[in-house]
Protein backbone atom coordinates (compact mmCIF):
# COMPACT_ATOMS: atom_id res chain seq x y z
CA UNK A 1 0.00 0.00 0.00
CA UNK A 2 1.10 3.52 -0.53
CA UNK A 3 -1.19 5.61 0.86
CA UNK A 4 0.75 8.74 0.86
CA UNK A 5 2.08 8.76 -2.22
CA UNK A 6 2.43 12.52 -3.33
CA UNK A 7 2.50 13.63 0.27
CA UNK A 8 5.51 15.67 1.71
CA UNK A 9 6.22 15.05 5.37
CA UNK A 10 8.44 16.04 8.17
CA UNK A 11 9.03 13.96 11.45
CA UNK A 12 11.11 16.04 13.87
CA UNK A 13 12.96 13.96 16.40
CA UNK A 14 13.77 11.45 13.82
CA UNK A 15 17.43 10.07 13.88
CA UNK A 16 16.29 7.65 16.36
CA UNK A 17 13.50 6.35 18.43
CA UNK A 18 9.84 6.81 17.51
CA UNK A 19 10.49 9.51 15.13
CA UNK A 20 12.68 7.06 13.19
CA UNK A 21 9.92 4.09 12.89
CA UNK A 22 7.44 7.43 11.98
CA UNK A 23 9.60 8.06 9.04
CA UNK A 24 10.23 5.01 7.72
CA UNK A 25 6.42 4.62 7.85
CA UNK A 26 5.84 7.11 6.06
CA UNK A 27 8.15 6.48 3.65
CA UNK A 28 7.08 3.08 3.02
CA UNK A 29 3.52 4.69 2.37
CA UNK A 30 5.25 6.58 -0.34
CA UNK A 31 5.42 10.21 1.21
CA UNK A 32 8.88 11.86 0.39
CA UNK A 33 10.33 13.00 4.04
CA UNK A 34 12.13 15.30 5.79
CA UNK A 35 13.77 14.34 8.76
CA UNK A 36 14.85 16.85 11.45
CA UNK A 37 16.98 16.35 14.88
CA UNK A 38 18.95 18.20 17.04
CA UNK A 39 21.71 15.43 16.61
CA UNK A 40 22.28 15.28 13.13
CA UNK A 41 24.95 12.49 12.85
CA UNK A 42 22.93 9.65 11.78
CA UNK A 43 20.23 11.78 9.30
CA UNK A 44 22.25 10.92 6.03
CA UNK A 45 22.46 7.23 6.53
CA UNK A 46 18.59 7.64 7.18
CA UNK A 47 17.36 9.22 4.44
CA UNK A 48 19.52 6.38 2.31
CA UNK A 49 17.34 4.24 3.99
CA UNK A 50 13.97 6.16 3.60
CA UNK A 51 14.62 6.29 -0.10
CA UNK A 52 14.94 2.73 -0.29
CA UNK A 53 11.81 2.05 1.75
CA UNK A 54 9.71 3.82 -0.79
CA UNK A 55 10.44 7.58 -0.29
CA UNK A 56 10.30 8.96 -4.05
CA UNK A 57 13.00 11.58 -2.02
CA UNK A 58 13.86 12.08 1.83
CA UNK A 59 16.63 15.19 2.98
CA UNK A 60 18.09 15.57 6.46
CA UNK A 61 18.67 18.80 8.56
CA UNK A 62 20.00 19.30 11.56
CA UNK A 63 18.76 22.49 13.86
CA UNK A 64 17.95 22.45 17.67
CA UNK A 65 13.83 22.82 16.78
CA UNK A 66 13.23 24.13 20.48
CA UNK A 67 14.13 27.62 19.25
CA UNK A 68 12.00 30.03 16.48
CA UNK A 69 15.20 30.38 14.30
CA UNK A 70 15.75 26.29 14.35
CA UNK A 71 12.23 25.82 12.98
CA UNK A 72 12.34 28.45 10.37
CA UNK A 73 15.52 26.91 9.13
CA UNK A 74 13.93 23.49 8.56
CA UNK A 75 11.29 25.35 7.16
CA UNK A 76 13.22 27.10 4.74
CA UNK A 77 15.18 23.54 3.87
CA UNK A 78 12.11 21.97 3.35
CA UNK A 79 10.67 24.45 0.49
CA UNK A 80 14.12 24.32 -0.97
CA UNK A 81 14.08 20.51 -1.47
CA UNK A 82 9.56 19.63 -1.66
CA UNK A 83 8.44 23.07 -2.53
CA UNK A 84 6.00 22.35 0.38
CA UNK A 85 5.11 20.13 3.55
CA UNK A 86 2.04 18.45 3.74
CA UNK A 87 2.15 16.31 6.75
CA UNK A 88 4.27 17.81 10.18
CA UNK A 89 4.57 15.29 12.81
CA UNK A 90 5.85 16.78 15.83
CA UNK A 91 7.74 14.15 17.61
CA UNK A 92 10.74 15.35 19.12
CA UNK A 93 11.03 15.62 22.94
CA UNK A 94 11.49 12.80 25.22
CA UNK A 95 11.95 13.45 29.02
CA UNK A 96 13.81 14.56 31.90
CA UNK A 97 12.25 12.29 34.16
CA UNK A 98 12.87 12.74 37.39
CA UNK A 99 10.96 13.21 41.04
CA UNK A 100 9.93 16.73 40.83
CA UNK A 101 12.08 18.00 43.56
CA UNK A 102 15.10 16.91 42.21
CA UNK A 103 14.26 18.43 39.05
CA UNK A 104 16.90 21.88 38.69
CA UNK A 105 16.01 25.08 36.49
CA UNK A 106 17.98 23.73 33.80
CA UNK A 107 16.39 20.69 33.80
CA UNK A 108 12.89 21.53 33.82
CA UNK A 109 13.82 24.52 30.88
CA UNK A 110 14.95 21.47 28.63
CA UNK A 111 12.01 19.15 29.19
CA UNK A 112 9.24 22.09 28.58
CA UNK A 113 11.74 22.97 25.58
CA UNK A 114 12.14 19.60 23.77
CA UNK A 115 8.74 18.66 24.14
CA UNK A 116 6.32 21.83 24.33
CA UNK A 117 8.57 24.37 22.57
CA UNK A 118 9.62 21.98 19.72
CA UNK A 119 5.56 22.00 18.69
CA UNK A 120 4.86 25.30 18.77
CA UNK A 121 7.78 26.71 16.68
CA UNK A 122 7.39 24.10 13.74
CA UNK A 123 3.64 24.37 13.87
CA UNK A 124 3.80 27.91 13.97
CA UNK A 125 6.71 27.64 11.08
CA UNK A 126 5.08 24.94 9.17
CA UNK A 127 1.13 26.23 9.32
CA UNK A 128 0.72 29.10 7.11
CA UNK A 129 1.62 27.07 3.80
CA UNK A 130 -0.79 24.63 4.80
CA UNK A 131 -3.95 27.25 5.42
CA UNK A 132 -2.73 28.78 1.85
CA UNK A 133 -3.07 25.27 0.04
CA UNK A 134 -6.19 24.30 2.18
CA UNK A 135 -4.67 21.10 3.51
CA UNK A 136 -2.49 19.86 6.06
CA UNK A 137 -1.76 17.18 8.91
CA UNK A 138 0.10 18.01 12.06
CA UNK A 139 0.14 15.06 14.14
CA UNK A 140 1.75 15.75 18.00
CA UNK A 141 3.32 12.43 19.71
CA UNK A 142 2.24 13.26 23.11
CA UNK A 143 2.37 10.83 26.09
CA UNK A 144 -0.21 8.79 28.06
CA UNK A 145 1.82 9.82 31.46
CA UNK A 146 -0.25 12.71 31.61
CA UNK A 147 -3.37 10.47 31.96
CA UNK A 148 -2.13 7.91 34.04
CA UNK A 149 0.39 11.02 36.14
CA UNK A 150 3.48 8.32 37.08
CA UNK A 151 6.28 8.42 39.25
CA UNK A 152 8.91 11.02 38.28
CA UNK A 153 6.77 12.23 35.36
CA UNK A 154 5.28 15.88 36.77
CA UNK A 155 7.80 17.96 34.89
CA UNK A 156 7.10 16.15 31.64
CA UNK A 157 3.91 15.91 32.11
CA UNK A 158 3.46 19.94 32.51
CA UNK A 159 5.41 19.96 28.94
CA UNK A 160 3.32 17.09 27.21
CA UNK A 161 -0.26 18.53 28.24
CA UNK A 162 1.14 21.72 27.16
CA UNK A 163 1.33 19.26 23.67
CA UNK A 164 -2.20 18.06 23.91
CA UNK A 165 -3.96 21.29 24.86
CA UNK A 166 -2.39 22.42 22.16
CA UNK A 167 -4.53 20.62 19.35
CA UNK A 168 -7.90 21.25 20.47
CA UNK A 169 -7.52 25.34 20.21
CA UNK A 170 -6.00 25.05 16.97
CA UNK A 171 -8.76 22.26 15.32
CA UNK A 172 -11.43 24.88 16.60
CA UNK A 173 -9.72 27.55 14.81
CA UNK A 174 -8.21 26.14 11.57
CA UNK A 175 -10.77 22.86 10.96
CA UNK A 176 -12.63 25.21 8.30
CA UNK A 177 -9.05 25.30 6.48
CA UNK A 178 -8.75 21.36 5.61
CA UNK A 179 -6.03 20.68 8.19
CA UNK A 180 -6.29 18.33 11.01
CA UNK A 181 -4.57 18.43 14.30
CA UNK A 182 -4.50 14.96 16.86
CA UNK A 183 -2.10 13.71 19.16
CA UNK A 184 -0.69 9.98 19.21
CA UNK A 185 -0.46 9.43 23.26
CA UNK A 186 2.01 6.57 23.85
CA UNK A 187 2.29 4.56 27.10
CA UNK A 188 5.39 2.75 27.73
CA UNK A 189 6.79 1.90 23.64
CA UNK A 190 9.40 -0.86 23.40
CA UNK A 191 12.28 1.19 21.96
CA UNK A 192 15.83 0.86 21.79
CA UNK A 193 16.32 2.38 24.95
CA UNK A 194 13.98 0.35 26.78
CA UNK A 195 15.15 -2.70 25.32
CA UNK A 196 18.85 -2.44 26.79
CA UNK A 197 17.04 -1.79 30.30
CA UNK A 198 15.04 -5.19 29.67
CA UNK A 199 18.57 -7.19 30.53
CA UNK A 200 18.27 -9.36 33.61
CA UNK A 201 21.78 -8.49 34.77
CA UNK A 202 21.59 -6.10 38.12
CA UNK A 203 23.86 -4.08 37.10
CA UNK A 204 22.08 -2.90 34.61
CA UNK A 205 18.82 -2.52 36.57
CA UNK A 206 20.67 -0.42 39.07
CA UNK A 207 22.26 1.80 36.26
CA UNK A 208 18.63 3.05 35.70
CA UNK A 209 17.72 3.30 38.72
CA UNK A 210 14.78 0.54 38.55
CA UNK A 211 13.90 -1.70 41.18
CA UNK A 212 11.20 -3.89 39.53
CA UNK A 213 12.51 -5.33 35.98
CA UNK A 214 10.24 -3.45 33.21
CA UNK A 215 8.84 -6.83 31.90
CA UNK A 216 7.25 -7.32 35.55
CA UNK A 217 6.24 -3.20 35.26
CA UNK A 218 4.25 -4.26 31.79
CA UNK A 219 2.20 -7.02 33.16
CA UNK A 220 1.69 -5.27 36.79
CA UNK A 221 0.28 -1.75 34.48
CA UNK A 222 -0.73 -2.97 31.34
CA UNK A 223 -3.81 -4.91 30.47
CA UNK A 224 -2.42 -6.01 27.27
CA UNK A 225 1.03 -7.26 29.81
CA UNK A 226 3.43 -5.32 27.27
CA UNK A 227 4.97 -2.56 25.85
CA UNK A 228 3.90 -0.92 22.80
CA UNK A 229 6.20 -1.53 19.47
CA UNK A 230 7.33 1.74 18.12
CA UNK A 231 5.93 0.41 14.89
CA UNK A 232 2.23 0.69 16.13
CA UNK A 233 2.44 3.92 17.20
CA UNK A 234 4.05 4.75 13.53
CA UNK A 235 0.76 2.80 12.01
CA UNK A 236 -1.61 5.62 13.94
CA UNK A 237 0.15 8.42 12.56
CA UNK A 238 0.13 6.70 8.85
CA UNK A 239 -3.48 6.71 9.49
CA UNK A 240 -3.91 10.08 10.67
CA UNK A 241 -1.80 11.41 8.09
CA UNK A 242 -3.82 9.93 5.23
CA UNK A 243 -7.06 11.95 3.41
CA UNK A 244 -9.09 9.10 4.99
CA UNK A 245 -8.52 10.89 8.48
CA UNK A 246 -10.00 14.05 7.05
CA UNK A 247 -13.00 13.91 9.77
CA UNK A 248 -10.20 13.12 12.85
CA UNK A 249 -9.72 16.33 14.61
CA UNK A 250 -8.60 18.04 17.61
CA UNK A 251 -8.80 14.91 19.55
CA UNK A 252 -5.89 13.28 21.71
CA UNK A 253 -5.33 9.13 20.91
CA UNK A 254 -4.27 7.22 23.36
CA UNK A 255 -2.04 3.99 22.42
CA UNK A 256 -1.20 1.94 25.39
CA UNK A 257 -2.81 -1.44 25.50
CA UNK A 258 -5.91 -0.39 27.80
CA UNK A 259 -3.43 0.72 30.50
CA UNK A 260 -5.58 4.01 30.69
CA UNK A 261 -9.35 4.84 29.25
CA UNK A 262 -11.66 7.53 29.16
N1 LIG B 1 9.58 6.05 24.67
C1 LIG B 1 8.39 6.07 25.24
O1 LIG B 1 7.98 5.13 25.93
C2 LIG B 1 7.49 7.26 25.02
C3 LIG B 1 6.22 7.25 25.62
C4 LIG B 1 5.37 8.34 25.42
C5 LIG B 1 5.78 9.40 24.62
N2 LIG B 1 7.03 9.38 24.07
C6 LIG B 1 7.40 10.53 23.22
O2 LIG B 1 7.67 10.03 21.92
C7 LIG B 1 8.65 10.85 21.27
C8 LIG B 1 9.82 9.99 20.84
O3 LIG B 1 10.32 9.30 21.97
P1 LIG B 1 11.59 8.35 21.94
O4 LIG B 1 11.47 7.44 23.08
O5 LIG B 1 11.82 7.84 20.57
O6 LIG B 1 12.70 9.45 22.34
P2 LIG B 1 14.23 9.64 21.90
O7 LIG B 1 14.85 10.43 22.98
O8 LIG B 1 14.83 8.34 21.52
O9 LIG B 1 14.08 10.53 20.59
C9 LIG B 1 13.71 11.87 20.66
C10 LIG B 1 14.48 12.60 19.57
O10 LIG B 1 14.13 13.99 19.65
C11 LIG B 1 15.31 14.72 19.43
N3 LIG B 1 15.21 16.05 20.03
C12 LIG B 1 15.13 16.37 21.35
N4 LIG B 1 15.13 17.70 21.49
C13 LIG B 1 15.21 18.24 20.25
C14 LIG B 1 15.28 19.57 19.77
N5 LIG B 1 15.32 20.61 20.61
N6 LIG B 1 15.36 19.78 18.44
C15 LIG B 1 15.36 18.72 17.58
N7 LIG B 1 15.32 17.43 17.98
C16 LIG B 1 15.25 17.19 19.32
C17 LIG B 1 16.42 13.90 20.12
O11 LIG B 1 17.71 14.25 19.66
C18 LIG B 1 16.00 12.48 19.75
O12 LIG B 1 16.60 12.03 18.57
C19 LIG B 1 9.04 11.91 22.29
O13 LIG B 1 8.27 13.08 22.08
C20 LIG B 1 8.67 11.27 23.62
O14 LIG B 1 8.45 12.23 24.62
C21 LIG B 1 7.88 8.34 24.26
Known sequence: MA?????????????????????????????????????????????????????????????????????????????????????????????????????????????????????????????PGMLERSYGRVINVGADSVHTGTYSHAGYNAAKGGVHALVTGLAFEFARHGVTFNVVSPGGVLTEDLQAMMSDDPEVLAKYRMSVHPRDVAKREIPSQR??????????????????????????HSINGAQWMM
Open 227 to 252: FTEMGEVAAYVAFLASDDAAAVNGQI
Open 3 to 127: GLSGKIAVVTGSARGIGKAIAMRLAREGAALAVSDVNGEGLPALCAELEAAGAPKAIGHAADLSREEGAAGLLEAVLAAHGRCDILVNNAGGGVIRPFLEHTAETLRQTIDRNLWTTLWCTRAFL
